[in-house]
């Protein structure tokens, strides 16, 4: 079944506004992990955070993490058109293997120049 | 560094035809070894996965199945194809042995089932 899911399906934005993505889960997790996917290209690992870190920056990257609620965002700041692409959530769950990770159905985010 | 090959990039087979998706991984030692499916517009769906040679385990029923006969090398098969299997195929690898590892994709197949 599906653990983590993407809000909003699709999202339009201007080039230099800020992005922010939302993943919502049922279980819990020891990781949250965010990929991005280039149109036909496979997936590319761009942040993980664990189950006790609220926030975690990469660059022009954001993410926070809210276990009571069960909630991740991710916020790309100053977008740019290289940007457009689209966005998964994954996360592990305690008890299955480590190494198996269930992901949700992505944020497709377009950034007009 | 490490790198993962995934071949071919398209695919247009018949149904009952066979199939062979080849992924291998340069640069790393017992890495984990997975297959997705990803339907249009979708997630992606884990078929396999594998933590050694010879090791594979199965998250759904379905037409195909999965070897690793050398430690960076994983196959996916199928005896006869059916129009369902149609999708786009991800292959990715991760660190053996420890928690909280990101996973490392091909640019994956895309299999089109006439």
């Known amino acids: 079944s599906q653990q983590g899911e993407e809000d909003p399906q699709a999202l339009s934005i201007q080039e230099g506004e800020n992005a922010t993505m939302n993943c919502s889960y049922k279980t819990s997790i020891n990781n949250l992990q965010w990929y991005r996917q280039n149109s036909g290209r496979g997936l590319v690992h761009l942040i993980l955070?664990?189950?006790?870190?609220r926030e975690k920056h990469s660059g022009r990257l954001r993410v926070t993490l809210d276990t009571s609620k069960k909630s991740s965002s991710l916020l790309i700041t100053a977008s740019r058109a290289a940007d457009t692409a689209s966005y998964f959530c994954a996360t592990d769950a305690p008890g299955a293997g480590s190494y198996q990770l269930t992901f949700g159905k992505g944020t497709k985010l377009s950034v007009i120049p | 560094s490490q790198t993962i090959h995934q071949w071919p990039a398209t695919l247009v087979q018949p149904v009952g035809s066979p199939l062979s998706l080849e992924c291998t991984v340069e640069?790393?030692?017992?890495?984990?070894l997975y297959w997705y499916r990803q339907a249009a517009g979708r997630g992606l769906q884990l078929l396999f996965y594998s933590v050694g040679i010879g090791q594979i385990s199965s998250e759904v029923p379905q037409n195909l199945s999965a070897s690793r006969p050398q430690d960076r090398q994983f196959i996916l098969s199928s005896k006869k194809l059916l129009l369902s299997d149609s999708g786009f195929y991800l292959c990715?690898?991760?660190?053996?042995?420890?928690?909280?590892?990101?996973?490392?994709f091909g640019d994956g197949t895309r299999l089109s089932i006439l």
């Open positions: 955070i664990r189950s006790n870190e």
């Open positions: 640069g790393t030692s017992n890495p984990n």
């Open positions: 990715a690898w991760s660190a053996t042995g420890r928690s909280n590892q990101p996973q490392h």
